[in-house]
């Protein structure tokens, strides 16, 4: 049974400051999802990670990908209130989803 | 452009009672699912459908049923309504399934587009 694990699963940081989520899966997948939820409304994609190594940027966010490690990480730079949110990984066949990572950025 | 829609977005329900959640997408998506989302567990599947006429389970489809009639359809049904069902359901499509039939490489990048979710409780 494909397992998805987010850590941590809450994190509150300052503005302006850097940290790394990570998202670590239990069997082999060759792509793996960012999706970004603000409260009481839907997903919406942030990366699509389609191979070993591969890494997205948009804007202050960075997602890559290590297929060997079944890892990928999602990389906050200069954090801005704007990025309050909950992020989820997802890992390719069904598409299953890790529990959410709740980013709360003060000011 | 209206993407997936779903409806409704609120309701309540009493214990035993049955309701259908309906989603509809004007993309020309092959696949589509249903997720349900509570605290702490992230989302967890449902019951999804790779195209018209074909329905799986997914993770968690006891108490559920679906249907595909057509492509832009995908009504979720609760058949007979228990509390453990107060959660909020979301809907979801892509371009996922493997052309032309199972086997074959994905078609686009997979990436599941979604509805606004309907919050759903049951007394």
């Known amino acids: 049974e494909l397992k998805v694990e987010q850590n941590p699963l809450f994190l509150s940081m300052q503005e302006g400051k850097n940290y790394t989520i990570y998202c670590n899966y239990s069997?082999?997948?060759?792509?793996l999802y960012w999706y970004r939820q603000d409260p009481g409304k839907n997903l919406e994609s942030l990366f699509v990670?389609?191979?070993?190594?591969a890494v997205k940027q948009e804007g202050r966010l960075m997602a890559s990908l290590d297929t060997k490690a079944r890892l990928s990480t999602l990389h906050i730079t200069a954090a801005v209130h704007d990025l309050s949110a909950t992020y989820f990984c997802?890992?390719?066949?069904?598409?299953?989803f890790g529990e959410g990572t709740q980013l709360t950025v003060n000011p | 452009n209206a993407g997936v829609t779903q409806t409704p977005k609120f309701q309540v329900l009493k214990t035993g009672q049955s309701m259908t959640l309906q989603c509809a997408q004007d993309?020309?998506?092959?696949?589509m699912s249903w997720y349900r989302q509570d605290p702490g567990m992230g989302l967890r599947l449902i019951h999804y459908?790779?195209?018209?006429?074909?329905?799986d389970q997914g993770e968690v489809p006891n108490g559920y049923n679906v249907s595909r009639s057509t492509t832009e359809d995908f009504p979720l049904r609760l058949l007979s309504a228990a509390p453990s069902q107060t959660s909020v359901y979301f809907c979801?499509?892509?371009?996922?399934?493997?052309?032309?039939?199972?086997?074959?490489?994905?078609?686009?990048?997979?990436?599941?587009?979604f509805g606004e979710g309907s919050r759903l409780t049951v007394l």
């Open positions: 979801a499509s892509s371009y996922r399934h493997r052309g032309p039939l199972a086997g074959g490489p994905f078609k686009n990048t997979g990436e599941l587009f």
């Open positions: 069997t082999t997948s060759d792509r």
């Open positions: 990670l389609l191979s070993n190594g």
């Open positions: 997802a890992v390719d066949k069904r598409l299953t």
């Open positions: 993309m020309n998506h092959e696949y």
């Open positions: 459908s790779v195209g018209a006429g074909i329905t």
